[in-house]
């Protein structure tokens, strides 16, 4: 099976709507502090995060850009190998999640390799996060499910020898 069409696929979507939502998010959300969608329990408020998830290394903006080319490099090298569509999805969602967080740290203020995430989505006792970011967390959790299920990614094929 070709599995890699699934990856990509899943990559353009999530990449494609992240895209998408950041872009209204800063047209709509810019002059407003939060709306509520469903009470305290959804909010939209608009963040430029400078760091990675939870604002944590806000100085290390190059690094994370650095490293999530080398990880999207892996995930190119691997998506022709994946045997399974379990694992071809996981590697979808990280590669879109990735793709649309480091599209902000390239094109967005303050500069190349140290733009800003947007992140807009505000639930209770947890910091702010965009569709990129749930992409990666989604895919996370499944490939705990397919590692716990023993799904191996690839699949060896055995020799007669």
Same mark, same amino acid.
């Given at each position: 099976m070709q599995y890699w069409r699934t990856l990509y696929g899943v990559a353009w979507f999530v990449w494609v709507l992240d895209l998408a939502t950041k872009l209204w998010a800063v047209s709509t959300l810019s002059d407003r502090s939060n709306i509520k969608v469903i009470g305290d329990f959804l909010q939209l408020t608009l963040v430029r995060n400078p760091g990675a998830a939870f604002s944590v290394a806000e100085g290390a903006t190059v690094f994370l850009t650095l490293f999530g080319f080398l990880v999207m490099a892996v995930i190119f090298y691997?998506?022709?190998?994946?045997?399974?569509? +379990? $694992?071809?999805?996981?590697?979808?969602?990280?590669?879109?999640?990735?793709?649309?967080?480091?599209?902000?740290?390239?094109?967005?203020?303050?500069?190349?390799?140290? +733009?800003?995430?947007?992140? $807009?989505?505000?639930?209770?006792? $947890?910091?702010?996060?965009?569709?990129?970011?749930?992409?990666?967390?989604?895919?996370?959790?499944?490939?705990?499910?397919?590692?716990?299920?023993?799904?191996?990614?690839?699949?060896?094929?055995?020799?007669?020898?």
């Open positions: 691997y998506s022709t190998k994946i045997t399974s569509k +379990g $694992w071809s999805v996981v590697l979808g969602l990280a590669m879109g999640g990735i793709l649309g967080n480091l599209v902000d740290r390239i094109f967005r203020e303050p500069g190349v390799f140290r +733009g800003h995430v947007i992140d $807009w989505l505000q639930i209770p006792n $947890w910091p702010v996060f965009n569709i990129a970011d749930t992409a990666i967390v989604v895919a996370a959790a499944i490939s705990m499910i397919l590692s716990l299920r023993n799904i191996p990614p690839i699949t060896r094929v055995k020799s007669d020898s």
